[in-house]
């Protein structure tokens, strides 16, 4: 999963990508896709450390990719909006400062994605025309017709201004588009790139209504702050009377928007946080972890890291009769624990 964050130039967007990964941005790769690592915040791992004293921690990381910044006026646009659309799930920076409109930025940031979702549609839809003017097997041309009343549903709803997520697809459809890597098929979230001095920046998170995740943060100072002294940080956000972003919110936001969630494995080898896809089974978090894990899966067994971190042990928790045998088809739950059982 690769989480892009798309943007014009200008909207401190670069900046977003070296806070949350602390990787230093390559100059001459700003007309091209940068990606980098990003720790997921997940604090119960601390208490795992506790609890087994294990002799390695790992935590899970998704992978943020910088995509190269838009120009206002759409020149040099194809190639970026290529980098940009190789992302799963997009964050969407806008500049919130010096006068800036975020909510008309996004608008138009996102009214560019529709129009580049168009004319991709535009040109399969007259390239399938094209080929169903030429004799074919009845099965080929029904299968052709398919996919072109798909496009033309599709490129109808792009008109009026409707996303994808909204156009009501089933299987069958959603699978003619799965090529396209549509930008208006994906997730997205906003993150509003404050001024410095900004006072209160929760005055922007309803901007959108209820239906899109919009966060805000002085990108360029928490940066700063990030390679500060600690006290020295904290002195700094006294005497301007700020209040900060907790960089962790924002990854864990992106992490939920792009539709991943974490599960735990822990013991004294090792405690470790692991990604799968939210609603994934025991089998997905199997898979996650090992391919021969999924292929001789037995039975998963379950706890719950909170009640875990209450009672102290993993003997208590037995004792309390928490500790659960679950078959591959269990959904998991946040702060599942799983030890997987399987055969060679």
Request: hydrophobic share 45%; proline share 3%; glycine share 6%.
């Amino acid at each position: 999963m690769k989480i892009g964050l798309a943007g014009y130039h200008g909207s401190g967007k670069t900046t977003l990508f070296q806070w949350l990964t602390g990787a230093e941005p390559d100059p001459a790769k700003s007309q091209l896709d940068q990606s980098a690592m990003a720790i997921v915040p997940e604090p119960r791992v601390d208490e795992l450390v506790k609890i087994y004293a294990p002799r390695k921690v790992t935590r899970a990381a998704i992978e943020i990719t910088d995509t190269p910044g838009l120009s206002r006026d759409q020149e040099g646009a194809a190639q970026k909006l290529a980098c940009i659309r190789e992302a799963d799930s997009l964050v969407l920076v806008v500049a919130g400062f010096g006068g800036c409109d975020p909510k008309a930025e996004y608008q138009k940031f996102y009214e560019d994605l529709i129009l580049a979702d168009m004319e991709l549609v535009s040109r399969r839809i007259e390239r399938v025309r094209d080929s169903m003017k030429r004799a074919l097997p009845k099965e080929e041309k029904e299968k052709m017709q398919f996919e072109l009343d798909t496009l033309e549903k599709i490129n109808a709803g792009l008109s009026s201004g409707e996303p994808i997520s909204a156009s009501g697809l089933d299987k069958d459809e959603l699978k003619i588009l799965a090529a396209f890597r549509l930008f208006t098929q994906k997730s997205c979230m906003v993150l509003v790139n404050t001024a410095d001095d900004e006072q209160v920046p929760d005055r922007f998170r309803g901007m959108l209504g209820d239906d899109i995740v919009v966060l805000a943060a002085p990108v360029a100072l928490m940066l700063e702050l990030n390679t500060m002294d600690l006290e020295e940080g904290r002195a700094l956000v006294e005497e301007m009377g700020l209040k900060t972003v907790d960089k962790d919110e924002v990854l864990r936001a992106m992490m939920d928007i792009s539709g991943q969630m974490l599960f735990f494995t822990a013991g004294e080898k090792e405690v470790r946080t692991w990604i799968v896809r939210k609603n994934g089974t025991a089998l997905d978090a199997a898979a996650a972890i090992h391919s021969d894990l999924a292929r001789g899966f037995i039975r998963a067994e379950i706890m719950s890291v909170d009640d875990l971190i209450r009672l102290g042990s993993e003997r208590e928790l037995k004792a309390a009769g928490l500790m659960r045998q679950e078959a591959k088809d269990y959904v998991l739950r946040d702060g599942d624990c799983l030890f997987i059982k399987f055969s060679v």
